[in-house]
């Protein structure tokens, strides 16, 4: 993460075209400018210059924000948004003593003990032996659920699963500006790696693998799960019909992918729902200052899952599974695409 004012030319390459006020989910419910990259641009200009100073209220904005992406995949000047309101945090998380409250409630509470007591029961199976090596890195959702679902899947494709105990891949802490606790978590990966002569490392989370991809770690190739099924073109076959809906995750690589195996699943029938890519709102969940905001965003996620008639939403990012689950008030289920396919396909 570099310092904020490292990303002076990026933010000066705004054109202040515009554009992405017409993609961002935010700007559409307040309208307000300093909700959206073109807006933000210019308050993190002027805090680099030295005309503003950090405050809560610019903090207000910068939190506002879903860190979704959608802006910067659609901005002519290409600039990273994610990356430089994650940078402007960092400098306000300095500043802040409730952000480092909020950061060690994280860490200690939610990915430390929380994550260790919901995976109490989960169970780590044990991988058949093949040339081929991966290591799973299974973060939060490893810990939770096991390793089952990617064992058996990858065992289908004749690949062989270690897995180690890795913590979390730091991409609460990276959001928030908690630039130290990131910068631990991505050194005890590193440190984890290095026990093993593998440089191939799977996940089955969108956000865990495009924090690893951030880690920028020489040599080594971080995969998801959908790439294996596709490279082998394993068709799953599923026991018995089923009819879902799929939420593509904004940090997901390798949709294409799973397009691929929605397609050719046998028994499996597949409605693309409208909007299936538009952010879940998962930055938003915490915000309860910001809950009318936050609550049309998740209104209008539930409303288009509701309407595209599936009783089952897949998706492949645990924070996704966990903000879509929160909001679904039993009108359907909310599953990891990887464990669906586990718990109830054949691989051809
Ligand atoms: S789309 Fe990009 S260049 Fe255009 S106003 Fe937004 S951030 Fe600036
Ligand atoms: S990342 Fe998403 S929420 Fe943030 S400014 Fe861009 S489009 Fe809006």
Redesign the pocket.
Known sequence: MKPLAEYKEEIHSCSKCGL?QS?????KITGNDC???RG?FIMLKGLIKGDLKMSPKINRYLDL????????KFCPSAID??DI?ASAKAEYFKTSKFEKLISFIQKTFIFGFGIKLCGIFSKKIKSKKFDRKVIYFGGCSGKIKGNKAVVKILNSCGVEVITPNFECCGIPFYVRGDKMSYENYKKSFEKILQKYDIKEVVTTCASCEKTLKGYKIEGLEIKNIFEYIREKELKPALKKKFKVTFHKPCNIDNFKDIEWILKHTGNLEYIEMSNFDK?CGLNGVTKISEYKIMSEIFKSKHNDIVNSGAKIVLTSCLGCEAALGLFSFGKYKVMDFAEFLSRHAKFR
């Open positions: 992405c993609v961002c989910p935010v700007y909700t959206v990259s933000q924000c879903l860190k979704c992406d959608a802006c910067s948004v994610v309101i952010c």
